[in-house]
């Protein structure tokens, strides 16, 4: 079997028992609420019967097993976790209908968190305990203190009100508005993620820089961009690639908060609205569509580690 071949077997190996480990987390997410959740939905001055008539429809009088039974064979077979207790549709339909904006986001924030941090780092190894060095080191840790949410409405003060280069919130219709709206947001969310992402990039690149290799290239007169970006950019940039995977779960929850600092009408605005409106079914949609979202952002992101490091592909 070809190596690429082996690493998806290996991998799919891997996912299928943390996706049914998702499924299952989020069957219970309704479940382990404190209390009769029917009773929670309709509230105190519900009569018996509308809350027993709720009960029927979620399901919530059978035993427990076979609502795992029930609720595994909607998600397998349907891809969602019931109709929506306040639009009547199913969880899938408005899921899908929200969650290519909110896609969009993280792929562009994980673009702007991968070109910043690799600037950064760059400049602060070539420059080691400089100035450079110092304010890389420093600058994005402070930003890494601010809450997400407090960093989107400082962007939105410069660069949308002040210096008007980008729409406050919304998503635009003209040619490349949709973009443009969504620039401050993936800023917003990148931020926290780069001060990590650049101290292990530095880290490693300075271990790099002085490896035998390195020596040899410049002696055999290659250009210094060429060596930087083509040989210790790519020997350095692994463990980063790792911890970005890792931090996925981050990226995503942040998504989903900057969505409403921005008015953005994604999975974020879905999910805060179904908490307000106690719409369970779209509550634990939302949850499973974010989990399964950070297997596969992870697995792309092994993925291009597995094509990078040469070692990694011997193993499989």
Known sequence: MRPPLRWLRRTLF???PVVIGV????????????????????????????????????????????????????VFLHGDTGNSLIYNVSTRELIVQRAPISLALVGLAVLFSLLIAVTLAVLAARHKDG?????????PTIGQGMPTFWIGLLLIILFAVTLKWFPVGGIGTGPLEPLR?????????SLGLIPPLVRSLRSELLEVFSSDFVTTLRAAGIPERRVVFGHILRNASLPTLTLLSVSVSYLIGGTLVVEQVFGINGLGSLLFGAISNRDFPVVQGVALYCALMVVLVSLVLDGLVWLLDPRTRSAS
Do not use: C, W, Y
Not at 28 to 50: H, K, Y
Not at 131 to 139: F, M
């Open 23 to 74: 499924v299952v987390a989020v069957f219970f997410l309704l479940r382990l609420v404190p209390g009769d959740p029917a009773r929670m939905i309709l509230g105190e001055r519900a009569t018996p019967e509308s809350v027993a008539a709720l009960r029927e429809q979620l399901g919530l009088n059978k035993p427990l097993l076979q609502q795992l039974v029930d609720f595994a064979g909607t």
């Open 14 to 16: 891997a996912v299928v």
């Open 181 to 189: 709206s969504l620039v401050l947001p993936a800023l917003a969310v």
């Open 131 to 139: 100035i450079i060095d110092h304010v890389v080191r420093v600058i």
